[in-house]
């Protein structure tokens, strides 16, 4: 007993211990260093925003003269073509074209002077051969290198002969000799008109000479000296063609883009000298006539800028560090912000100011409401309006409007769960519109300008339209499941919860059940109470495959396990989570639902079979093992599928109970919490002993007051009520 107790002790303080060492690493995680990643992501953000303010926002005036040298960088506000400039990278790229075609054999043509130089070269040969064949064949004299000096012949072929083959070919007999002459002018004739020879195709071509040698039907005793001849005989006749080099460069001009000096690019540089072009481009640019420098604007935007962006990265990574995790909502999330102050360039550079009012800041303060978190998008509304302000050239009014109107975007946002919120959030964010530029015209503005007002009260209602619009897709793209979702999960016309009621009607009522439990006990711990309804109603759908198996759905029939081993019955009751998982991904459940569903069981024992199995034993020989009678897991890994495990132990036995009362409900409540937590199924989720206290005790109170004491009334007290009911009659 001492040995129960003193196990029992030993792993409640492991699951302490456990709990503890979790709410450290979640304050360790808080201040930890941002990653690599992040800090790029930070970066990139920035130099963008950075690219943004500076395009075309102050106008330089310059003071200069031709031969005069810049006094310091000269920024282009607008764009500009450097017709100059065009002319010299087009040229460059010529050149490098040609360079590269020079190498390509598809940019040269067989040159027919090669072949009939190669003809002519074998001509001489054989006119300089015949004379001392013939004499050798009559005067039956030796051959010596002085009949036959090679350096004579060498300046005819492509290679130096030897003495050996020029012996070879003077040594043929007559007949043999013509057929030489004959076959080895018509062989290089056709290679050299025929086939594509560039110097690294010499030796290809010479391997294939004693195939073309049999389709000639060469003599065999000549085969060997004309093959020589042959080789060294054969020379590249690969010339550029001209008319392709042509047509490449007029292709190449066409395709380089004409130099354009891009807004904010450098038209002239420090201490560079101006020329006649110069002033003349300067002069179209509207820049000559005073001068202004920007690096001081830039740095102190880009301070600006770097320190909002800052903060609000320290923000997330010191209050929503779980945002990091999931690197596809900091991706939308910079997504807003990016395209929300690039829309606010884009309208600054209209020639209409009032369009700024147009800017979609409250939209995408929706999305992020919706799509992220509410805390986060108070933050990126407060980016945006500042840098709004920036762009639209330090307008305070501008200012203040985004903020207002992004604020009351997410105000109006507190609880959405239909769509229907997002078209009453537009609607007062109309009049909110309305009244906040009414007071911003009157504030800052000589004259009341109505354009500006209907143009903001525009935007509330665009903002709306675009929200609802731009959702779902939001959604798909970034694997985002919003209320809206659950709440069609949670429909019982769902077709999955539709089916689960008809083929598996007992786990239906027993995962409604759950969910309310569940529901119930989630706000206060800080879990999604949405999240948690919907998972109940799913976590047992994998039931649809073998309802007959699970008690809640066997109603009067016979019990199937009472026929089946301890192990099979643990089989089949442990695999409805791998089915329900299955049936989830094919009916496109969102991940985390399906996470809730794979993990509601955790390892946990089957601890009724497994029991039957205990004492079904016979003999000391055959060993059970525990493992074998568990789920597979994992484990909870968030206080939803927690919550979602409690619920359903919970519920389903205090429904086993036979004499249920509060006392008894209570201990069971506390005794299925206590044997959780000690066997370490919350040791991989951030669920804390608190929170473990406050869903006994809503547990409790859902369930206790299900099973509340009745007065039990004496009988002559029943008799009595009896009688006076009787008296009165049915009609009284």
Excluded at 216 to 224: D, F, G, K, R, Y
């Amino acid at each position: 007993m001492e040995t129960n107790d003193h196990q029992n002790l030993g792993k409640r303080a492991k699951a302490v211990n456990s709990n503890l060492l979790d709410v450290s690493s979640k304050v360790v995680g808080v201040f930890r260093i941002p990653s690599f990643r992040e800090w790029t992501l930070v970066i990139i953000c920035f130099f963008f925003l950075i690219t943004l303010l500076q395009i075309d926002l102050f106008p330089m005036n310059l003071d200069i003269k031709v031969g005069q040298a810049s006094k310091e960088d000269i920024i282009a506000p607008r764009t500009v073509v450097n017709p100059e400039a065009t002319k010299l990278v087009q040229q460059e790229a010529v050149d490098q074209a040609l360079q590269i075609a020079k190498l390509d054999p598809e940019y040269y043509r067989i040159d027919e002077g090669v072949s009939d130089l190669v003809a002519y070269n074998l001509n001489r040969v054989f006119s300089m051969l015949d004379e001392i064949h013939t004499k050798h064949h009559q005067d039956q004299k030796t051959i010596t290198k002085e009949d036959l000096p090679v350096i004579k012949y060498q300046k005819y072929f492509y290679e130096p002969p030897t003495f050996t083959l020029l012996k070879g070919i003077v040594s043929l007999e007559g007949p043999a000799y013509q057929e030489l002459k004959e076959k080895s002018r018509q062989i290089l004739k056709e290679i050299e008109l025929n086939r594509r020879i560039g110097v690294e195709k010499v030796s290809e071509i010479r391997f294939l000479l004693p195939d073309l040698l049999r389709e000639q039907e060469v003599s065999p005793e000549v085969i060997p000296t004309i093959n020589e001849l042959l080789e060294i005989s054969i020379r590249p006749n690969l010339v550029l063609d001209s008319a392709k080099l042509t047509k490449l460069e007029h292709q190449v001009r066409a395709d380089v883009p004409d130099v354009v000096y891009r807004k904010n690019e450098i038209l002239i540089a420090k201490n560079q000298v101006i020329t006649e072009n110069d002033l003349k481009m300067l002069k179209d640019l509207h820049l000559i006539v005073g001068e202004s420098s920007r690096v001081k604007v830039f740095l102190s935007l880009a301070f600006f800028t770097l320190f909002i962006i800052g903060v609000g990265f320290v923000y997330i990574v010191q209050f929503h560090p779980d945002l990091l995790k999931e690197e596809r909502l900091l991706y939308l999330l910079l997504l807003l912000l990016l395209m929300v102050v690039g829309l606010i360039k884009l309208l600054s550079l209209t020639r209409i100011p009032a369009l700024a009012y147009l800017a979609p800041v409250s939209f995408a303060a929706m999305l992020a409401a919706v799509l992220i978190k509410r805390q986060l998008a108070f933050v990126l509304t407060a980016i945006v309006s500042l840098l709004g302000g920036i762009i639209a050239e330090y307008n305070l009014a501008l200012t203040i409007f985004y903020f207002v109107s992004g604020v009351i975007a997410v105000l109006t946002l507190y609880n959405f769960q239909r769509q229907r919120d997002l078209v009453r959030s537009g609607s007062i964010l109309i009049v909110a519109n309305l009244f906040t530029v009414s007071a911003l015209n009157l504030l800052f503005r000589s004259t009341f300008s109505y354009y500006s007002v209907l143009l903001a009260a525009t935007n509330g209602f665009l903002s709306a339209v675009l929200a609802i619009g731009s959702l779902p897709f939001l959604e798909h793209i970034f694997k985002i499941t919003t209320p809206i979702r659950l709440l069609e999960l949670s429909n019982p016309s769902n077709p999955l919860l539709r089916r689960l009621q008809i083929e598996a009607p007992g786990t239906y009522h027993h995962s409604i059940m759950v969910g309310n439990l569940a529901e119930a006990a989630a706000e206060g711990i800080g879990a999604d109470a949405l999240w948690v309804r919907v998972g109940s109603y799913y976590h047992d759908i994998g039931k649809i495959k073998r309802p007959y198996f699970f008690v809640e759905n066997q109603f009067s029939l016979e019990n199937p396990h009472e026929k089946l081993n301890p192990s099979l019955s643990t089989l089949i009751i442990t695999y409805h989570v791998k089915e329900g998982v299955e049936i989830a991904r094919e009916h496109g459940l969102p991940k985390k639902l399906i996470d809730i569903i794979e993990q509601h069981h955790g390892n946990d024992l089957v601890r009724y079979f497994y029991q039957r199995a205990t004492e079904n034993i016979q003999g000391e020989r055959e060993i059970l093992i525990e493992e074998d009678f568990r789920y597979e897991g994992p484990k909870p890994q968030t206080k939803e599928a927690a919550l979602v495990m409690l619920a359903d132990s919970v519920e389903a036995a205090v429904k086993a109970l036979s004499k249920p009362s509060p006392a008894k409900v209570e201990g069971l409540i506390q005794k299925i919490i206590r044997e959780r937590l000690e066997d370490g199924q919350f040791d991989e989720c951030n669920i804390t002993l608190r929170d473990l206290n406050h869903i006994k005790n809503s547990f409790i109170k859902i369930l206790g007051g299900m099973f509340h004491s009745r007065i039990e009334y004496p009988e002559n007290v029943l008799k009595e009520m009896e009688r006076k009911k009787n008296d009165d009659g049915p009609d009284k």
